[in-house]
């Protein structure tokens, strides 16, 4: 939320102040704990995103450099060893993205930001408090998460001490109050800023037209047949290493760790090979092969024995989870000593539908309806349908399963997560594996699905370029493909500022 020109927008803002104010002295006072269950008792998004405008809203216009703001150019200070404090005027290349409301207490406010310290260019995250203080009050030096953070703006107040990360490096402070005409509640709308979280300060395409939109599709397309040839590659020279199969589940742990448990999920598929599971699942019942499968991965995980939280989130009836953790009792001794330990999983703030034990729950019902063929055969055979729409259908159905009667959720994994690694890990693999061993059919199989695999919901990096390039509602995208070719072009490029590289910025230029 941000300052704007719109009345209805400026009045809501204002009524967003005044709740602020009511309520801000009281969660600074707060201890991190505490401060985390009152803020989880508010509105977060509205109390942090809300108090945090107000600072950023003037940070932001550094990139703009609106005279109008700013009576003097601001400028960074920090402390040096002998105590003395040095300064140089500072520019904001790139403000970094907003993160969502669940990753405020998580990570800093904006990463990714782009910041000009004089003549040097730096990379890395901003924080965002009202006073100096609240770096050490919120318990931002001894937390890992912070230590991407290059810049501590902050809206007034002196600097008692350096602001110092968990890795021992000095962050600079930006103090914007002193270089500010008027409080910064009362300074003037100013519409020509970008939202806020946007990647920059105008849109690739000011006017989406039927033209020039079909034009950016086939650039998203082709963008995205980059990053599948890329990943193809990848995962064909990872078969010199592991076995195809090996490497396909590896793959699949992989999109189920999602960014922060990927790193947990390489270590258990390292440490439990799928050879070792599929041999040891019983062919002709569906139910004692999940069972093995389910015990085999979560025990390995570190999740095994339930207690009465993780029961609940496996969301399964009692005689399931007891015949579970009788097959982890039965059969653990050969991963006696490769248990995962439980902390090694990042569980804070997880969303139930999306914690690891629903997740390896998942795989193992995976496992469990493919215990003849095995997860490679049943993977590969919808790729290599004689209809591409067939082949898609058949590969969703496989990796949704059925709906489970009484889960809350109803499957163990979801549609969009199905949708994210057919077209992230099944053909790009498919491809790989058609080429690699010569089948002809299998390739071409996954290049026609590939080119008809419908799009997720997207994730935080693909809306944030949608909504860089002008479309919103009338640049939609509709397949895996055009997702992909955004992410590829939003790290190749976007996060990198080669703007004027870009292939949506030539199609500008040209128009």
């Known amino acids: 939320?941000?300052?704007?020109?719109?009345?209805?927008?400026?009045?809501?803002?204002?009524d967003l102040l005044a709740y602020c104010a009511r309520i801000g002295d009281e969660l600074d006072r707060m201890g991190h704990e505490e401060r985390h269950l009152e803020l989880k008792r508010l509105n977060l998004r509205v109390v942090v995103q809300g108090r945090s405008?107000?600072?950023?809203?003037?940070?932001?216009?550094?990139?703009?450099?609106?005279?109008?703001?700013?009576?003097?150019?601001?400028?960074?200070?920090?402390?040096?060893?002998?105590?003395?404090?040095?300064e140089w005027p500072i520019c904001t290349v790139t403000h970094g993205r907003l993160p969502g409301a669940l990753d405020v207490q998580l990570r800093a406010g904006f990463p990714g930001a782009l910041i000009a310290f004089g003549a040097e260019?730096?990379?890395?995250?901003?924080?965002?408090?009202?006073?100096?203080?609240?770096?050490?009050?919120?318990?931002?030096?001894?937390?890992?998460?912070?230590?991407?953070?290059?810049?501590?703006?902050?809206?007034?107040?002196?600097?008692a001490r350096p602001c110092r990360r968990q890795d021992g490096a000095v962050v600079p402070t930006l103090v914007l109050g002193p270089a500010l005409k008027d409080r910064l509640e009362r300074l003037p709308p100013d519409p020509a800023l970008?939202?806020?979280?946007?990647?920059?300060?105008?849109?690739?395409?000011?006017?989406?037209?039927?033209?020039?939109?079909?034009?950016?599709?086939?650039?998203?397309?082709?963008?995205?047949d980059a990053r599948l040839t890329a990943k193809a590659a990848t995962i064909e020279a990872s078969?010199?290493?592991?076995?195809?199969?090996?490497?396909?589940?590896?793959?699949?742990?992989?999109?189920?760790?999602?960014?922060?448990?990927?790193?947990?999920?390489?270590?258990?598929?390292?440490?439990?090979?799928?050879?070792?599971?599929?041999?040891?699942?019983?062919?002709?019942?569906?139910g004692a092969a999940f069972a093995r499968a389910a015990a085999t991965l979560l025990g390995v995980a570190g999740f095994l024995p339930f207690d009465a939280a993780r029961a609940e989130l496996a969301g399964l009836p009692p005689e399931e989870l007891a015949a579970i953790e009788a097959e982890w009792t039965a059969h653990r001794a050969p991963w006696r000593d490769l248990v995962l330990a439980p902390d090694g999983w990042a569980l804070a703030r997880v969303r139930p539908a999306n914690h690891p034990i629903r997740r390896l729950l998942g795989l193992a019902a995976l496992l469990a309806r493919c215990p003849r063929q095995g997860l490679l055969a049943a993977c590969l055979e919808p790729c290599a349908a004689e209809d591409a729409a067939v082949g898609a259908a058949e590969l969703r159905a496989l990796l949704l399963g059925p709906t489970r009667r009484g889960d809350p959720f109803g499957r163990f994994i979801g549609a969009d997560r199905a949708a994210e690694m057919i077209v992230?890990?099944?053909?790009?693999?498919?491809?790989?594996?058609?080429?690699?061993?010569?089948?002809?059919?299998?390739?071409?199989?996954?290049?026609?699905?590939?080119?008809?695999?419908?799009?997720?919901?997207?994730?935080?990096?693909?809306?944030?370029?949608?909504?860089?390039?002008?479309?919103?509602?009338?640049?939609?995208?509709?397949?895996?493909?055009?997702?992909?070719?955004?992410?590829?072009?939003?790290r190749h490029y976007c996060v990198q500022r080669r703007c004027y590289e870009c292939p949506i910025a030539r199609l500008s230029r040209q128009a």
């Open 121 to 159: 260019l730096r990379r890395g995250d901003v924080e965002v408090h009202l006073r100096p203080s609240g770096w050490y009050d919120h318990g931002h030096h001894l937390d890992p998460a912070y230590n991407g953070v290059i810049l501590h703006v902050v809206l007034e107040g002196e600097l």
């Open 1 to 14: 939320m941000r300052l704007r020109a719109d009345a209805a927008e400026a009045d809501q803002l204002d």
């Open 53 to 86: 405008a107000l600072v950023y809203n003037a940070f932001n216009r550094l990139e703009g450099h609106v005279p109008a703001v700013y009576t003097s150019t601001p400028t960074f200070d920090v402390h040096e060893k002998r105590r003395t404090r040095a």
């Open 194 to 224: 970008p939202p806020l979280g946007a990647l920059a300060d105008a849109p690739c395409i000011a006017e989406v037209t039927a033209t020039n939109a079909a034009a950016a599709l086939a650039a998203l397309e082709r963008a995205g």
């Open 239 to 286: 078969f010199t290493a592991a076995p195809p199969g090996q490497v396909l589940y590896a793959g699949l742990l992989d999109a189920l760790g999602y960014a922060r448990n990927r790193a947990p999920m390489a270590a258990l598929a390292a440490a439990l090979p799928l050879a070792e599971i599929e041999r040891r699942l019983p062919a002709g019942d569906r």
């Open 424 to 490: 992230n890990i099944v053909v790009p693999f498919a491809l790989a594996y058609g080429a690699w061993s010569g089948n002809e059919r299998l390739a071409g199989g996954a290049a026609a699905l590939w080119e008809i695999v419908p799009a997720s919901s997207g994730n935080e990096q693909v809306r944030g370029l949608v909504a860089q390039l002008g479309g919103g509602a009338a640049l939609r995208l509709r397949t895996g493909r055009q997702q992909q070719g955004a992410l590829h072009l939003y």
